[in-house]
């Protein structure tokens, strides 16, 4: 994928065990090589680097490419003043294939540091170390499991033909039987929901790798994954055997103070930070009023031909009409607009903290959504619900959901139970890397929670004056 879009268009179009430690950290005489070899070779003018889509790597997210990954390979061309040429590859396989035939000069995404690798690749930059780990709920005063043979009894969901369910019968074998194993179909339920499932107690147990649920649990705080159930697997970003130096540079700069401590703020952005909902303002529909700003939403939703119900809804669920939240992915606001999509409609992202600005700002990318979607979704009720979904996650996703919808036999003019099943479906490998997917993955839960959210506040506020 290239970059370089139009920002107006980029806006409206697209709106890990944790790293332990450096490749380059073991000690004092491999950073003494690094440097040695760093200085005979320089970088090239534009580094061409290879990802993959993923929760961790790299994703859209409102208009913005995201991920820990690529942020940190981003601070590494801008320091180093390189251009920065980002491809995604459907497969890590193929991304070393193109490492190989010297397509890219660096995969920026976790590669396992395994004998079967060993000959392809040389590891370098951050170094990942996960391991296979237990969710569990936190139930008040009730004690967490801690040990592994206290599974016995108990049930555990994972998925159906995963290194989860292999684990887990080695595991059973290991302690002389007793689990209870429950698969379920992979086509179905990923990883992330049966995740959320143990959340909500529609299951008591799972297994799922270590970085996947530290970044679950910032959206899931009520979860437990401190017991781990297999060995430790390192990974990191690799380079070609035949760029060994330019793996070195990489170490050489990730070994600087200001590479570590940009570093440190990616992995608290992505693995620490809570990504629940916004807001400490919190609002009854109790009284004759929809919110606390209702004058404000009548006064610029009539220029823009907007229900100001409707988006006095989004806000609440955007930000419970908090002016000063600020999320962990840097959306601003009581509308919650990304610094990128504030530029684009030629405002800076502290202006987003100015509730008039925000507000019509909002009204504006939601007119440019609504304009987009006009030919695909052409009844005017049924569309306003994609639009919603498109402020959240972004067009490009909704674009793709649609696809999918069209694909396998929903309705996609029709978003309940058709094209918002399908958005689910972006969180499933088998469906982002679908040939008609041009976007990758998204967190579909959040946006289908998002528009059920929405609507559910405007169902009331639509009974008050």
């Not at 369910?165 to 992979?186: C, F, K, M, S, Y």
Request: hydrophobic share 35%.
């Amino acid at each position: 994928m290239r970059r370089g879009f139009c920002l107006l268009s980029l806006c409206v179009l697209m709106i890990v065990g944790v790293t332990s430690s450096c490749g380059n950290s073991s000690n004092r005489s491999d950073n003494d090589k690094d440097t040695r070899n760093a200085v005979s070779h320089t970088f090239p003018d534009t580094l061409k680097v290879v990802t993959l889509y993923s929760p961790e790597a790299y994703f859209m997210y409102r208009g913005q490419e995201m991920g820990y990954d690529y942020e940190l390979v981003t601070a590494l061309a801008v320091d180093k003043d390189l251009a920065l040429k980002l491809d995604v590859a459907p497969s890590l396989s193929r991304a070393i294939e193109m490492l190989d035939s010297g397509l890219v000069d660096l995969i920026a995404y976790p590669v396992p540091v395994t004998a079967e690798n060993k000959e392809k690749v040389i590891p370098c930059g951050p170094e990942n170390i996960t391991t296979q780990v237990l969710v569990q709920p936190k139930k008040g005063d009730a004690e967490l499991i801690t040990d592994v043979t206290d599974l016995v009894g108990k049930d555990v969901y994972v998925e159906a033909d995963s290194k989860y369910e292999a684990r887990i019968i080695n595991l059973n074998q290991e302690i002389g039987g007793g689990i209870n194993i429950h698969t379920v179909d992979r086509d179905t339920i990923i990883t992330e929901d049966l995740i959320s499932m143990v959340s909500d107690g529609t299951i008591p147990l799972t297994i799922v790798d270590s970085d996947i649920a530290k970044i679950n649990k910032t959206y899931y705080n009520d979860l437990d994954i401190s017991l781990p159930l297999s060995f430790e697997q390192r990974s990191a970003w690799a380079v070609a055997p035949d760029k060994s130096w330019l793996g070195d540079s990489i170490n050489s700069w990730l070994n600087g103070d200001k590479p570590r401590g940009e570093q440190a703020q990616l992995l608290k952005r992505y693995f620490e930070l809570s990504k629940n909902e916004n807001g400490k303002n919190y609002f009854n529909l109790n009284g004759r009023s929809v919110s606390p700003f209702d004058d404000l939403f009548k006064k610029y939703a009539e220029n823009y031909n907007w229900d100001w119900k409707l988006l006095a809804s989004q806000a609440y669920v955007e930000s419970k009409f908090d002016s000063t939240a600020v999320s962990w992915a840097g959306a601003r606001g009581m509308m919650q607009i990304m610094p990128r999509t504030a530029k684009g409609y030629g405002q800076s992202a502290k202006s987003m903290m100015k509730n008039d600005v925000a507000v019509e700002t909002a009204l504006k990318l939601l007119r440019d959504l609504d304009k987009q979607l006009k030919n695909k979704v052409p009844d005017d009720a049924e569309r306003k619900k994609f639009v919603i979904a498109a402020y959240n996650s972004g067009l490009a996703h909704v674009y793709d959901a649609i696809a999918l919808a069209k694909k396998y036999g929903l309705n996609p003019k029709k978003w309940d139970n058709n094209v918002a099943k399908a958005i689910l479906w972006k969180s499933n490998p088998k469906y982002y890397k679908d040939p008609v997917v041009k976007f990758g993955y998204s967190r579909g839960r959040e946006t289908y929670d998002y528009v059920n959210r929405v609507y559910k506040f405007y169902s009331k506020a639509k009974t008050k004056a």
